[in-house]
């Protein structure tokens, strides 16, 4: 039945894109831990990210005759959800700090690993500017290689690099404090 | 029997000319020559050719804000056609006068009256002025004036007022000629 | 190579679900926003026919200018023929009037006398 999956990832976009609804929806349960993790991790409140996270379902809803493979589904999806989240990053500078009670995932920490030192990084990244958020979340949540990442956002291979580089030094650094200050984006 | 069918055929033709004829004459239109080979001879020609279509195509481009233009429109509303031949020549008599001769028989035929005739023997001008009447409308003018240098055919077809054409008078040459009075004869 | 700040990233970045019915609320949400304006295709498939309309309409236009040029033309030639042949008319008549009235044919302007 594994053999099935990507054919039945593209028989799902074929039939979505011919109007079926529950073809559609087939493809938004697929991807949607994706594209909810990247908007929770780049928002950190977890209604502002299901309502991103919604809208890039929208987005892909009228866009479905543009979208070639699952491939490319997934790569538009990441795409989409990350610029769409920078734009509210930048549209609203409030949300900096992340609201202890949104912190998911707590009761789902492996055992072996420290809870507190995983929203301490949480913490820590929504700190980060846009940009750099962005691409530390797409290198560590969704594994990207830095020249993925630079295709996905969009930026020169050099730039994710630095950001890369920066935002592990500030992360480090923030971890060895033990009080969190909020980072400019000139101090990357 | 050979001279009987011959009289019967030339009494056939005849019998069969005379309602041409009187029709040519109740629609006041003359069979007018083909001068062409006048053309050559002459030093100026005038050959005016105006149907209805033209006429009516001329009515259109005559001011209406001219008096003169607008008593020329009035007068053309009722006509059907206007023809002239006019040529000049620069030696004495140097055209056919049977071509004149055929189309002054045309208008001896009846429904055309002789209105005027003037016979100059010192200038040595010929002027006949007709009307062709059907009944007591007039449906027809024919002028035909021989001089020395130049004869001239006039041809305007239609119900030609005569109080219009008077209304004329001292406009584009039109004289006038009492032509609502009886007509006279001098020779 | 992998640090330990690495493997801790990526532990605090796994990726989560959404909360149940996710799905079921993407569709409502899109049946409940009314459908976008069909964008018009960027080529108007009507462009070929449009073009002969109008190419049409041109040849008629010029022909319509030229039908009007040429009748404007005919019309003044028609109305100069008028007026010469009221000219010649009154002429002719004007030569029966004065020969019913006995006048003699006044000198032309180029005739001396002589």
Request: include cysteine; glycine fraction near 6%; proline fraction near 6%.
């Amino acid at each position: 039945m594994k053999g099935d999956e990507p054919r039945g990832a593209a028989d799902s976009l074929d039939r979505a894109r011919s109007g079926d609804r529950v073809a559609f929806a087939t493809l938004v349960r697929s991807h949607q831990r994706v594209v909810y993790s990247l908007a929770l991790r780049m928002l950190s409140h977890r209604h502002e990210a299901e309502d991103l996270a919604q809208e890039v379902f929208m987005q892909l809803h009228r866009s479905l005759a543009g979208i070639q493979s699952d491939t490319h589904l997934l790569f538009w999806l990441r795409k989409v959800t990350t610029n769409l989240a920078i734009d509210r990053l930048r549209r609203d500078r409030k949300r900096a700090t992340l609201p202890l009670d949104d912190d998911p995932g707590i009761a789902d920490e492996p055992l072996e690993s420290d809870p507190l030192l995983q929203r301490r990084l949480r913490e820590l990244l929504a700190l980060l500017p846009a940009d750099p958020r962005a691409v530390v979340v797409l290198r560590y949540q969704e594994d990207l290689d830095p020249t993925e990442i630079a295709e996905t956002l969009e930026m020169s291979l050099n730039t994710v690099k630095s950001h890369l580089r920066r935002s592990i030094a500030t992360l480090r650094e923030g971890l060895a404090d033990s009080s969190v200050t909020p980072l400019s984006r000139d101090s990357l | 029997m050979k001279t009987f069918t011959l009289k019967a055929i030339v009494a056939l033709l005849l019998l069969a000319s005379l309602p041409c004829e009187r029709a040519l004459a109740a629609d006041g239109r003359l069979l007018l020559p083909d001068f062409s080979a006048l053309e050559d001879k002459a030093s100026e020609v005038v050959d005016v050719n105006l149907n209805t279509a033209l006429l009516g195509l001329a009515a259109r481009f005559l001011d209406d804000k001219s008096p003169d233009e607008v008593a020329v429109k009035q007068l053309v509303a009722g006509l059907t056609g206007i023809y002239v031949k006019s040529f000049a020549f620069d030696g004495d008599f140097a055209y056919p006068k049977a071509d004149i001769e055929v189309v002054r028989k045309q208008l001896s035929v009846p429904g055309w009256q002789k209105l005027v005739e003037v016979r100059s023997r010192k200038e040595q001008t010929h002027v006949d002025v007709y009307l062709s009447l059907d009944g007591d409308k007039v449906n027809g003018l024919a002028i035909l004036a021989s001089e020395p240098r130049q004869f001239t055919i006039v041809n305007i077809v239609g119900s030609v007022d005569l109080r219009k054409l008077h209304q004329l008078e001292g406009r584009f040459g039109v004289p006038d000629l009492r032509l609502e009075g009886k007509p006279p004869t001098v020779k | 190579m992998n640090t330990p700040l690495d493997d801790e990233l990526r532990k605090a970045l796994r990726p989560v679900d959404p909360d149940e019915g996710f799905a079921e609320r993407v569709m409502r949400r899109i049946d409940s926003t009314p459908a976008p304006l069909q964008r018009r295709p960027r080529w108007f498939p009507a462009l070929p026919v449009a073009l002969a309309a109008s190419a049409l309409l041109g040849t008629i236009l010029i022909y319509a200018w030229h039908a009007e040029r040429e009748q404007q033309r005919q019309g003044l030639e028609a109305r100069r023929q008028l007026i010469e042949a009221l000219h010649i008319t009154g002429e002719k008549l004007d030569l029966a009037y004065r020969g019913v009235n006995g006048e003699t044919r006044p000198p032309a302007p180029d005739d001396t006398g002589a």
